[in-house]
Protein backbone atom coordinates (compact mmCIF):
# COMPACT_ATOMS: atom_id res chain seq x y z
CA UNK A 1 0.00 0.00 0.00
CA UNK A 2 1.44 3.51 -1.22
CA UNK A 3 1.19 6.72 1.21
CA UNK A 4 -0.38 9.27 -0.96
CA UNK A 5 1.55 12.43 -1.14
CA UNK A 6 -1.39 16.20 -0.41
CA UNK A 7 -1.65 18.38 -3.21
CA UNK A 8 -4.87 20.67 -4.09
CA UNK A 9 -6.83 21.36 -7.22
CA UNK A 10 -6.38 24.84 -8.40
CA UNK A 11 -9.88 25.34 -9.65
CA UNK A 12 -10.75 25.40 -6.01
CA UNK A 13 -9.10 28.74 -5.93
CA UNK A 14 -10.10 29.96 -9.46
CA UNK A 15 -10.71 33.24 -8.71
CA UNK A 16 -8.34 33.51 -6.45
CA UNK A 17 -5.26 32.24 -8.47
CA UNK A 18 -6.36 34.65 -11.67
CA UNK A 19 -6.57 37.61 -9.46
CA UNK A 20 -3.08 36.84 -7.59
CA UNK A 21 -1.14 33.80 -8.99
CA UNK A 22 1.63 34.50 -6.44
CA UNK A 23 0.36 35.40 -3.65
CA UNK A 24 -2.13 32.58 -3.71
CA UNK A 25 0.87 29.62 -4.23
CA UNK A 26 2.73 30.84 -1.43
CA UNK A 27 -0.19 30.88 0.66
CA UNK A 28 -0.53 27.03 -0.27
CA UNK A 29 3.39 26.41 0.36
CA UNK A 30 2.39 28.36 3.90
CA UNK A 31 -0.45 25.78 4.91
CA UNK A 32 2.57 22.53 3.56
CA UNK A 33 1.50 21.85 0.57
CA UNK A 34 4.17 21.14 -1.75
CA UNK A 35 2.14 19.74 -4.21
CA UNK A 36 -0.90 21.41 -6.34
CA UNK A 37 -3.37 20.02 -8.97
CA UNK A 38 -2.99 22.36 -12.19
CA UNK A 39 -6.56 23.58 -14.00
CA UNK A 40 -6.79 25.96 -16.48
CA UNK A 41 -2.52 25.58 -17.35
CA UNK A 42 -2.94 25.21 -21.09
CA UNK A 43 -2.64 29.06 -22.04
CA UNK A 44 -0.29 30.24 -19.66
CA UNK A 45 2.15 27.47 -19.13
CA UNK A 46 5.17 29.65 -18.50
CA UNK A 47 3.46 31.90 -16.18
CA UNK A 48 2.77 28.33 -14.26
CA UNK A 49 5.56 27.05 -13.83
CA UNK A 50 7.08 30.58 -13.09
CA UNK A 51 5.25 30.80 -10.01
CA UNK A 52 5.08 27.28 -9.18
CA UNK A 53 9.04 27.15 -8.99
CA UNK A 54 8.91 30.81 -7.15
CA UNK A 55 6.48 29.17 -4.37
CA UNK A 56 8.35 25.92 -4.22
CA UNK A 57 5.46 23.42 -5.48
CA UNK A 58 5.28 20.90 -8.27
CA UNK A 59 2.40 20.29 -10.28
CA UNK A 60 2.78 16.41 -10.93
CA UNK A 61 -1.12 16.05 -12.45
CA UNK A 62 -3.37 18.63 -14.15
CA UNK A 63 -6.71 19.22 -15.21
CA UNK A 64 -7.81 19.74 -19.27
CA UNK A 65 -10.07 18.58 -21.73
CA UNK A 66 -8.76 16.07 -24.21
CA UNK A 67 -12.00 15.08 -25.70
CA UNK A 68 -14.43 17.39 -26.19
CA UNK A 69 -14.45 20.59 -28.60
CA UNK A 70 -15.81 22.35 -25.52
CA UNK A 71 -15.57 21.80 -22.10
CA UNK A 72 -18.98 22.11 -20.22
CA UNK A 73 -19.14 23.09 -16.04
CA UNK A 74 -21.71 23.85 -14.28
CA UNK A 75 -20.21 27.05 -14.39
CA UNK A 76 -19.84 27.62 -17.67
CA UNK A 77 -18.42 26.29 -20.88
CA UNK A 78 -14.25 26.44 -21.73
CA UNK A 79 -13.32 26.01 -25.17
CA UNK A 80 -11.09 23.23 -26.07
CA UNK A 81 -7.14 22.87 -27.45
CA UNK A 82 -6.13 20.39 -29.18
CA UNK A 83 -4.54 17.66 -27.60
CA UNK A 84 -0.98 18.36 -28.59
CA UNK A 85 -0.92 21.92 -27.45
CA UNK A 86 -2.08 20.33 -23.94
CA UNK A 87 0.73 18.08 -23.81
CA UNK A 88 3.44 20.58 -25.11
CA UNK A 89 1.94 22.91 -22.01
CA UNK A 90 1.80 19.76 -19.45
CA UNK A 91 5.45 19.19 -20.43
CA UNK A 92 6.76 22.39 -20.28
CA UNK A 93 4.73 22.98 -16.22
CA UNK A 94 6.25 19.25 -15.35
CA UNK A 95 3.13 17.35 -15.40
CA UNK A 96 3.05 13.84 -15.26
CA UNK A 97 -0.38 12.97 -15.79
CA UNK A 98 -3.20 14.91 -17.48
CA UNK A 99 -6.74 14.23 -16.39
CA UNK A 100 -9.57 14.73 -18.68
CA UNK A 101 -11.58 16.85 -15.86
CA UNK A 102 -15.21 16.37 -17.61
CA UNK A 103 -17.61 14.50 -20.21
CA UNK A 104 -20.86 15.93 -20.86
CA UNK A 105 -23.36 14.15 -19.33
CA UNK A 106 -25.18 12.66 -22.46
CA UNK A 107 -22.16 10.92 -23.84
CA UNK A 108 -22.93 8.35 -20.72
CA UNK A 109 -26.07 7.56 -21.60
CA UNK A 110 -25.54 4.48 -24.00
CA UNK A 111 -23.25 1.68 -24.60
CA UNK A 112 -21.91 3.60 -27.86
CA UNK A 113 -21.00 6.66 -26.33
CA UNK A 114 -19.01 4.88 -23.60
CA UNK A 115 -17.26 2.97 -25.83
CA UNK A 116 -16.38 6.02 -27.94
CA UNK A 117 -15.39 7.63 -24.52
CA UNK A 118 -12.80 4.77 -23.89
CA UNK A 119 -11.44 4.55 -27.18
CA UNK A 120 -10.90 8.49 -27.64
CA UNK A 121 -9.32 8.47 -24.07
CA UNK A 122 -7.42 5.60 -25.51
CA UNK A 123 -6.00 7.19 -28.28
CA UNK A 124 -5.14 9.93 -26.30
CA UNK A 125 -3.11 7.91 -23.81
CA UNK A 126 -0.88 6.80 -27.13
CA UNK A 127 -0.59 10.09 -27.95
CA UNK A 128 0.49 11.06 -24.34
CA UNK A 129 3.70 8.74 -23.78
CA UNK A 130 5.33 10.63 -27.36
CA UNK A 131 5.72 13.88 -24.78
CA UNK A 132 6.64 11.45 -21.45
CA UNK A 133 2.86 11.66 -20.22
CA UNK A 134 0.19 9.70 -19.36
CA UNK A 135 -3.73 10.43 -19.26
CA UNK A 136 -6.50 9.52 -16.56
CA UNK A 137 -10.10 10.57 -16.15
CA UNK A 138 -11.41 12.42 -13.28
CA UNK A 139 -15.86 11.38 -12.88
CA UNK A 140 -18.80 13.47 -11.50
CA UNK A 141 -21.46 11.86 -11.11
CA UNK A 142 -23.37 11.37 -14.93
CA UNK A 143 -21.32 8.32 -15.13
CA UNK A 144 -23.30 6.59 -12.52
CA UNK A 145 -26.70 7.76 -14.43
CA UNK A 146 -26.96 5.28 -16.64
CA UNK A 147 -26.23 1.14 -16.21
CA UNK A 148 -25.85 -1.90 -19.06
CA UNK A 149 -26.73 -5.14 -17.93
CA UNK A 150 -26.04 -4.32 -13.56
CA UNK A 151 -22.77 -2.09 -14.50
CA UNK A 152 -22.89 1.24 -14.18
CA UNK A 153 -21.27 3.76 -17.49
CA UNK A 154 -18.58 4.56 -15.25
CA UNK A 155 -17.50 0.79 -14.67
CA UNK A 156 -17.79 -0.03 -18.47
CA UNK A 157 -15.80 2.71 -19.40
CA UNK A 158 -12.98 1.49 -16.45
CA UNK A 159 -13.61 -2.13 -18.61
CA UNK A 160 -12.51 -0.94 -21.51
CA UNK A 161 -9.38 1.81 -21.42
CA UNK A 162 -6.26 0.81 -21.41
CA UNK A 163 -4.70 0.03 -17.93
CA UNK A 164 -2.16 2.65 -18.56
CA UNK A 165 -5.08 5.26 -18.47
CA UNK A 166 -5.04 6.32 -14.54
CA UNK A 167 -8.14 7.17 -12.41
CA UNK A 168 -8.68 9.85 -10.24
CA UNK A 169 -12.10 9.29 -7.68
CA UNK A 170 -13.26 12.29 -6.68
CA UNK A 171 -15.59 10.84 -3.55
CA UNK A 172 -18.07 13.67 -3.39
CA UNK A 173 -19.20 13.11 -7.08
CA UNK A 174 -19.32 9.07 -6.14
CA UNK A 175 -21.35 9.82 -3.62
CA UNK A 176 -23.86 12.05 -5.71
CA UNK A 177 -23.69 9.27 -8.15
CA UNK A 178 -25.18 6.83 -5.21
CA UNK A 179 -22.71 5.06 -5.45
CA UNK A 180 -21.27 2.96 -2.10
CA UNK A 181 -17.56 4.47 -2.01
CA UNK A 182 -15.90 2.33 -0.47
CA UNK A 183 -17.11 -1.00 -2.65
CA UNK A 184 -16.60 0.86 -5.55
CA UNK A 185 -12.68 1.67 -4.86
CA UNK A 186 -12.15 -1.66 -3.78
CA UNK A 187 -13.64 -2.91 -6.90
CA UNK A 188 -11.27 -0.65 -8.95
CA UNK A 189 -8.45 -1.96 -6.88
CA UNK A 190 -5.39 -0.99 -7.79
CA UNK A 191 -6.58 1.30 -11.08
CA UNK A 192 -6.96 4.30 -8.80
CA UNK A 193 -3.83 6.63 -8.52
CA UNK A 194 -5.42 9.89 -7.14
CA UNK A 195 -8.25 10.89 -5.21
CA UNK A 196 -10.05 14.03 -4.92
CA UNK A 197 -10.52 14.65 -1.35
CA UNK A 198 -14.02 16.48 -0.89
CA UNK A 199 -16.79 15.95 1.20
CA UNK A 200 -20.06 17.67 1.78
CA UNK A 201 -23.78 16.57 2.04
CA UNK A 202 -25.04 14.34 -0.35
CA UNK A 203 -27.65 15.64 -2.94
CA UNK A 204 -31.22 13.84 -2.42
CA UNK A 205 -30.51 12.69 -6.13
CA UNK A 206 -28.13 12.58 -9.02
CA UNK A 207 -27.59 16.45 -10.33
CA UNK A 208 -26.59 15.36 -13.52
CA UNK A 209 -29.60 12.48 -14.38
CA UNK A 210 -31.48 13.89 -17.28
CA UNK A 211 -34.64 15.35 -15.27
CA UNK A 212 -32.58 16.93 -12.54
CA UNK A 213 -32.77 20.91 -11.96
CA UNK A 214 -30.20 22.68 -13.67
CA UNK A 215 -27.49 23.40 -10.79
CA UNK A 216 -23.91 25.40 -10.50
CA UNK A 217 -21.20 24.68 -7.99
CA UNK A 218 -23.04 27.32 -5.85
CA UNK A 219 -26.14 25.25 -5.17
CA UNK A 220 -23.64 22.10 -3.58
CA UNK A 221 -23.34 22.15 0.08
CA UNK A 222 -19.79 21.02 0.75
CA UNK A 223 -17.57 20.66 3.88
CA UNK A 224 -14.12 19.93 5.32
CA UNK A 225 -12.63 16.42 4.66
CA UNK A 226 -14.33 14.32 7.25
CA UNK A 227 -17.37 16.37 8.20
CA UNK A 228 -19.89 15.24 5.45
CA UNK A 229 -21.04 12.34 4.19
CA UNK A 230 -18.67 10.88 2.09
CA UNK A 231 -17.00 8.43 3.89
CA UNK A 232 -13.45 9.86 3.48
CA UNK A 233 -11.27 7.96 6.18
CA UNK A 234 -12.59 4.66 5.52
CA UNK A 235 -12.51 5.71 1.81
CA UNK A 236 -8.56 6.67 1.96
CA UNK A 237 -8.31 3.22 3.82
CA UNK A 238 -9.51 1.26 1.75
CA UNK A 239 -7.15 2.97 -1.51
CA UNK A 240 -4.16 0.57 -2.20
CA UNK A 241 -2.79 2.42 -5.21
CA UNK A 242 -3.58 6.07 -4.30
CA UNK A 243 -0.28 8.17 -5.41
CA UNK A 244 -2.56 11.76 -4.61
CA UNK A 245 -5.03 12.60 -2.36
CA UNK A 246 -5.71 16.07 -3.35
CA UNK A 247 -8.15 18.36 -1.94
CA UNK A 248 -10.68 19.98 -4.10
CA UNK A 249 -13.73 22.12 -3.23
CA UNK A 250 -16.77 23.18 -5.93
CA UNK A 251 -17.86 25.49 -3.32
CA UNK A 252 -15.61 26.44 -0.46
CA UNK A 253 -17.71 27.12 2.68
CA UNK A 254 -15.88 29.41 4.29
CA UNK A 255 -12.39 31.71 2.90
CA UNK A 256 -10.81 29.02 0.59
CA UNK A 257 -7.60 29.36 2.45
CA UNK A 258 -8.85 27.90 5.95
CA UNK A 259 -10.56 25.30 4.26
CA UNK A 260 -7.99 24.25 2.65
CA UNK A 261 -5.85 24.53 5.80
CA UNK A 262 -8.71 22.04 7.53
CA UNK A 263 -9.08 19.27 4.90
CA UNK A 264 -5.05 19.18 4.72
CA UNK A 265 -4.78 18.56 8.43
CA UNK A 266 -7.42 16.46 8.45
CA UNK A 267 -5.04 14.33 5.92
CA UNK A 268 -1.94 14.73 7.66
CA UNK A 269 -3.03 14.19 10.93
CA UNK A 270 -4.91 11.21 10.17
CA UNK A 271 -2.04 9.92 8.86
CA UNK A 272 -3.34 9.61 4.75
CA UNK A 273 -0.76 11.42 3.29
CA UNK A 274 2.98 11.34 3.10
Do not use: C
Not at 16 to 37: P, Q, R, W
Request: glycine share 6%; net charge negative.
Amino acid sequence: MTTPLASIQLYTLAAEFSADMDGSLAKLSEIGLKNVEAFDFVRRPQEIREALDKAGLASPTGHAPLLSDELWTPDGSIPTPAQEVVFEAAAEIGIKTVFEPMVAADRWLTEDGVKDIAERLNAAAEKAKGFGLAVGYHNHSQEFVASFDGVTAYEYFISLVDPSVQIELDLFWALAGQQDVVALIERLGDRVTAIHVKDGKAPASNPFAPDAPKFSSADLDQRHAGEGDVPTEAALKAAKNVQYAVIEYDNAPGDVFEDIRDSYTFLVEGGFVA
